[in-house]
């Protein structure tokens, strides 16, 4: 027996040829099949070159068997076996928090097995439909256990604060000023950052302005702070009463502890300014997932300074600016 196809058949009946997803998976059946795709040819074997039916019936078997090992369905359903995910697939209550959704493995493996067990890009899918429809509904399983919820619900609170700063000027066109006065509301709102959005503007006032002589450290002046927090939730309901206690937060802080928190976290994002805020608005409006607004609340807070604190203020800001225009003289 020396024709090499003889050799390298038996070779191959080595394996389990019955299970070729199983036999694919084994090194010495991918090298025993690569010596076969070789060895039997008319070329390379003079069984095969005097017995044409044979040496087309074995090339169909090569092909079959090459298309099976290069597959990419059942390298990639092995891959995403190693996680046991199919324990968790009676359970589809969107279970993100489990500790397989969360592993970034098993998402890489999911996405890949999502592409590659489709009957375009699988062989064996493609020549069995019952396969195929069967791994579709298992995968679309696997997607929707590891789907975060839906919104159902977007609350939006917006408002706008009343402060005097020094330098507004500089203060209304500073990043660390901005981001200063988002990290308070993030604060105050239990949100991340990135769903607060700020503008701050300097109110302008009519009448002389003596200040404008004044060393820079003493020019304060009125900034409008206006803010928009975003933040979703499963059910209008739970919408709501998110807006009910951002607005709440915002609102009952007293104006001298969120004088303090935006100028801590302006200075803490590398500015200096002072900051005293006058007063506080907010509205929160809850809108369902079809578009439709479902409720709106409101609170407000203004800043509540006695009769004489008003005067000594005023008091000191005279004296102030006297001797800052005597120091002109």
Known sequence: MNDPCQKA????????????????ANPGFRGALQETTWACTPANSTMLEMNASLAKDMSTK???????????????????AQFNVTDHLDHLDHLDHLAVCANTGFRGALQTVTWACTPANSTMLKTNASLATDLSTKIGMMQSMCSPPKTAATVVVTGSLSMTVSNPAAFVNDTAAKTGVKQALATLSSQPISQIAVNLSAVTTGGRRLASSMPRQLQSGAVKVD?????????????????NLITGNITSVSPS???????????????????????????????????SVVTTTTAAQSSSKSLASRISQSFTWVLLTGFALAATM
Do not use: H, W
Request: one cysteine or more; charged letters at 10%; hydrophobic letters at 50%.
């Open 62 to 80: 090569i092909g079959m068997m090459q298309s099976m090992c290069d597959d990419p369905c059942p390298e990639a359903m092995r891959s995403i």
């Open 257 to 291: 502890d969120l004088s303090k928190s935006i100028q801590a976290n302006v200075l803490a994002a590398g500015s200096n300014y002072s900051v005293a805020v006058q007063s506080v608005s907010a509205t929160a409006a809850v809108t369902a997932s079809d578009g």
């Open 9 to 24: 058949m038996m070779s191959m009946a080595t394996f389990n040829l019955t299970d070729l997803v199983v036999a694919c």
């Open 227 to 243: 803010f928009a927090i975003t933040a979703s939730a499963a059910s209008t309901s739970a919408a709501t009463a998110l807006g």
